[in-house]
């Protein structure tokens, strides 16, 4: 114990935030890194000392500082930033769009917390206008600003924002483009303006248009003159051309970008899209439609709209783009789809660190670029596996390969379906599976196209599928699917339709198609004719196994079929259908109310007795195998709960119900095989402890799971009638008193298999989750906690014989930071003899008070038994009191030193007077402490 009394729990103090003497505006978009910045600058400060300090977060906040990052605040934090800025915190909201885009948390759990964050995982940001921002905060110091695509350009002063971008890991150098002699792109911004005003879906038009505009871009055609021209004239003095190009890239093409925009926004021209299209996506920008003089019109138009002929010259295309991209705003709003996704530009070798462009605020995938690290790891496994694709197709003609197919040992099929959803493959390895298969990545399911090269196989191969006459050559299923695409013809992508066509399936020939169908009729009468043939041949149908095959026709399966039919017929009318009665009058017990199991025996036991042969039910069926036999005693233990039908059928070979009683009394002869059998399993429990056998399990040479098996059905049979318990049940109760349970004979082995364990030395240990027994066991036992309650009382019983009582079960095992934390009690309570701690206390840098805190909350608040709570009882039976803490404190503090040399100290004596004073309210139940 300590020396004085403990003192009350406070709680943290931190020093209150107090104006600054500079009052600092934020700018417009600006981050928050980088009004921070401008704040510690007014005080001639580094960011990296001012902020730590004022918000008390520590040193750490700024690890692995750039100048691209972004600063994020919780709420306590910003309100010292308010505070000390003296700007109020919603003009702070209203002008910087990341001031409240997080929350971070503090490690103590409260109190003021930040989080940096790198260039590469926020949206896109970089330097103000230089000019505006020296104008509006009368200093030279940079601000930055998020960008948008119609934020990039300032123009009063005619710049270009590029943004920040990294060049072997230094910044490129060049933020911001001179406009000066560029009237094209000044006018393209006064544009996108106009329609950012007037066009609702103008945001995400600008997405696809920008993702069509850097298509081209990548294709570097040698005719284009102005793209060139552009580029140079924004050049700064000895820029390297590769990474120029780089940056440069959307600054260039931004006129055509928007007049893109504009031709997608305008509704004339989507209306005209979509009645030329039918709303369907192209396979890629490289395919085209099949009609080709779909989209030259459209071409002519959006390049008139950009001032550009030589772009409808060039793009072959574009049609097939704008197609796709229009009607996918008809569908689901403007969009980039998987398959239409922007290619990686080219990049320069040696500019590894020059990362991937990032998202901008309000601007979705479409203008991203790939990551230097995506594309080689996509460019590695496309070159490591290109001998598999090249022998696949050369196999199979296609890469249309299921998703579990290997070859060659490769997974071929998995790879293909990651690289068909990965939206940013480089144009040349898109080239490369291009030039095995153009359509290695369709736009409709690829089960459509494996079911498609199946039938252009099948017309190489055989010739026309003359759909006319039903498709007379296919097998059924590829006939249905040929008959399917011809009935929805015209619902079918354009391209579909065109690769129909390549294997005859034009579109007269799909109107003309007939069902690849078989005449059912026909068909039943066949197969008739065989269950007739099977029935001559063996007596009955019900022989015949989902595996019989008569005169090349699966008749088992076919059976099996017919009785589910007839089942169903038969459950909605009563009455059976007209092929069972076809049926019936083969075989009437075709399809049984029982089991086909029991008729299979019955049977069998039939043509015993047309034979000649004799079922003599006195002497155990002499002459019969020792299952037929074992079967013939069980109908007789059974007769009066069998189905008249099958009575009178045991009565057409002799087993009347007189004689199946007199076989079920038992004679002196049976006797002697009982004690046999009884023999067995005494000496089968004495090695196993139970006989829960499974059905199959051989004693010495004797069938002792099957013979159990049939004395827990005469035992289950007497109990139904009521009749007293057998001498043969109670012989078996005595070897074991649960031979025979209510419930199933897997759950007593496992119950058998721990309480071995258990009476072999294993702990049981239900508060570590069962962790001294196997997995097996283990799980076993897990799964008997929750149903515990809906469990037969004699399952209970015996579950509490092993320890998992009722409250057992109900109690919350602990895990592994439990024992730790309970550890650490039993520790600290060894030395202070108690656990009534301060919220504050620290054991050997484990939060102990907080813990046990949180502990007590929750037993109060929970009405479930909970394991650490009853260690904790059993550590300090005081440990959660419902008095306070701190005079539990006190008052083992008195106990402590009641025998200390001198007496207790004065404190305690005087705490233990007060104690004594009339007038003082306490717990009564203190006085039992």
């Known amino acids: 114990m300590h020396d004085s009394l403990p003192p009350q729990s406070q709680p943290p103090r931190t020093a209150a935030a107090r104006p600054g003497p500079v009052r600092l505006a934020p700018l417009q978009g600006e981050t928050n890194l980088s009004y921070l910045d401008r704040l510690a600058d007014r005080y001639r400060l580094g960011v990296r000392d001012l902020i730590p300090a004022l918000v008390q977060v520590g040193g750490g906040l700024f690890k692995g500082y750039r100048t691209d990052g972004e600063v994020y605040l919780n709420a306590e934090a910003r309100a010292r930033i308010s505070t000390f800025s003296r700007v109020p915190e919603e003009t702070l909201r209203r002008a910087l ?23 590469s995982v926020v949206p896109a940001a970089g330097e103000g206008c230089q000019l505006c921002t020296a104008a509006r905060t009368g200093r030279t110091k940079p601000a930055r600003v998020y960008l948008k695509p119609h934020t990039r350009i300032c123009p009063r002063h005619g710049r270009w924002m590029l943004g920040t971008h990294w060049i072997d890991g230094a910044p490129a150098g060049t933020e911001q483009i001179d406009l000066a002699g560029l009237a094209e792109v000044l006018a393209a911004h006064r544009q996108h303006q106009d329609l950012l005003r007037h066009q609702p879906d103008a945001a995400k038009a600008f997405e696809v248009a920008h993702a069509v505009v850097v298509s081209w871009w990548a294709q570097q055609w040698p005719e284009e003159e102005q793209w060139p021209h552009r580029e140079r004239q924004m050049a700064p003095p000895e820029a390297d051309p590769d990474w120029w190009r780089l940056l440069a890239r959307d600054a260039v093409t931004y006129p055509e970008t928007v007049a893109l925009t504009s031709a997608l926004t305008s509704e004339r021209t989507r209306q005209r899209l979509l009645d030329d299209t039918g709303g369907h996506l192209p396979h890629t920008r490289s395919h085209p439609w099949s009609d080709r003089s779909i989209g030259t019109g459209r071409e002519s138009a959006v390049a008139s709209r950009a001032d550009r002929l030589d772009l409808s010259r060039s793009s072959a295309g574009l049609g097939a ?47 991203n670029a790939a990551s230097p ?22 196999v199979h003609g296609h890469l249309a390969a299921p998703i579990g197919e290997r070859f060659n040992g490769f997974a071929l099929g998995r790879w293909l379906s990651n690289h068909r959803k990965f939206p940013a493959m480089p144009p040349e390895h898109v080239a490369a599976l291009e030039a ?82 078989k005449h059912m009729a026909t068909h039943f009468q066949r197969v008739l004719a065989c269950a007739g043939a099977f029935a001559d041949a063996h007596g009955t149908l019900v022989n015949a196994t989902t595996d019989t095959i008569q005169d090349g026709l699966k008749l088992g399966q076919w059976l099996s079929n017919q009785r589910s039919k007839d089942r ?77 039908e099958q009575q009178d059928l045991l009565a057409q070979i002799g087993l009347t119900a007189d004689r199946a009683r007199g076989a079920a009394a038992r004679p002196a002869e049976r006797e002697a095989d009982f004690a046999v059998g009884l023999g067995y399993a005494r000496s089968y429990h004495a090695i196993h402890g139970t006989l829960a056998a499974e059905i199959d399990t051989d004693h010495d040479g004797f069938q002792l799971g099957r013979w159990l098996r049939r004395q ?27 031979w025979c349970p209510s419930w199933s004979l897997a759950w007593q082995r496992a119950w058998q298999q721990v309480h071995d364990q258990i009476n072999a030395g294993h702990r049981f240990d239900a ?19 929750n149903p515990y309650d809906d469990l037969h009382p004699g399952q209970q019983r015996l579950l509490a014989g092993i320890g998992l009582t009722r409250e057992t079960a109900h109690t919350r095992p602990l895990n592994p930071y439990a024992e730790t934390a309970l550890a650490h009690a039993r520790a600290y309570a060894a030395v202070h003899h108690t656990l009534a701690v301060a ?39 005081w440990w959660n009191p419902p008095w306070d803490l701190s005079w539990q404190r006190a008052y083992t503090r008195a106990r402590t030193t009641q025998t200390r040399p001198g007496g207790p100290p004065a404190e305690v004596r005087a705490w233990s007077t007060a104690q004594r004073t009339p007038g003082i309210v306490y717990d009564p139940s203190n006085r039992n402490s």
């Not at 196989?457 to 695409?485: I, K, M």
């Not at 139904?720 to 109670?730: I, V, W």
């Not at 620290?842 to 038994?865: C, E, I, K, M, S």
């Open 436 to 517: 095995l298969d153009p359509w290695w990545r369709p736009p409709w399911t690829v089960m459509w196209q494996r079911s498609y090269y199946q039938a252009r196989d099948h017309t190489r191969a055989c010739g026309p599928l003359r759909p006319e006459h039903g498709f007379p050559t296919t097998s059924f299923g590829l006939g249905e699917w040929l008959y399917n695409q011809c009935i929805g013809y015209d619902d079918l992508h354009p391209a579909q339709q065109r690769l129909l066509t390549d294997i005859g399936l034009t579109h007269e020939a799909a109107q003309a198609a007939r069902p690849r169908r």
């Open 839 to 877: 919220h504050s206390t620290v054991h050997d840098g484990f939060p102990l008070g907080r813990w046990l805190n949180d502990q007590r909350q929750q037993a109060r608040r929970d009405t479930t038994p909970n394991a650490r709570h009853q260690t904790l009882t059993t550590i300090d039976p």
């Open 568 to 644: 169903a017929y038969q459950h909605r009318h009563g009455s059976p259908s007209a092929r069972a009665l076809a049926l019936s009058a083969i075989d009437p017990w075709w399809n049984p109310p029982w089991t086909l199991e029991w008729q299979r025996s019955w049977h069998q036991a039939h043509t015993h007795v047309q034979d000649g042969h004799f079922l003599d039910t006195t002497a155990g069926f002499p002459g019969t195998s020792s299952a037929l036999a074992t079967w013939l005693t069980t109908q007789c233990a059974q007769y009066d709960t069998l189905q008249p």
């Open 712 to 738: 827990r059905q005469y035992a289950r049979i007497e109990a139904d009638r009521g009749a007293p318990q057998s001498a043969a049940a109670k012989a078996l109760s005595v070897v074991d008193p649960w």
């Open 321 to 367: 783009a704008l197609c796709a991209l229009s009607c996918g705003h008809g569908r689901r709003g403007w969009a980039v789809d998987a398959a239409h996704g922007a290619p990686a530009p080219a990049r320069r070798p040696g500019t590894a660190g020059l990362p991937r462009r990032r998202p901008q605020v309000g601007e979705g995938r479409g203008c």
């Open 373 to 394: 690290r995506t594309s080689a790891q996509v460019g590695s496994g496309v070159h490591d596996r290109s001998g598999a694709r090249r022998a696949y197709a050369a």
């Open 767 to 785: 508060d570590h989750h069962f962790r001294s027994f196997a997995p097996a066991q283990r799980t076993w036992l897990r799964q008997q906690r």
């Open 97 to 119: 769009p990341a001031w409240t885009a997080q929350e971070p948390i503090s490690p103590d759990g409260a109190g003021a917390a930040g989080r940096f964050r790198f260039g």
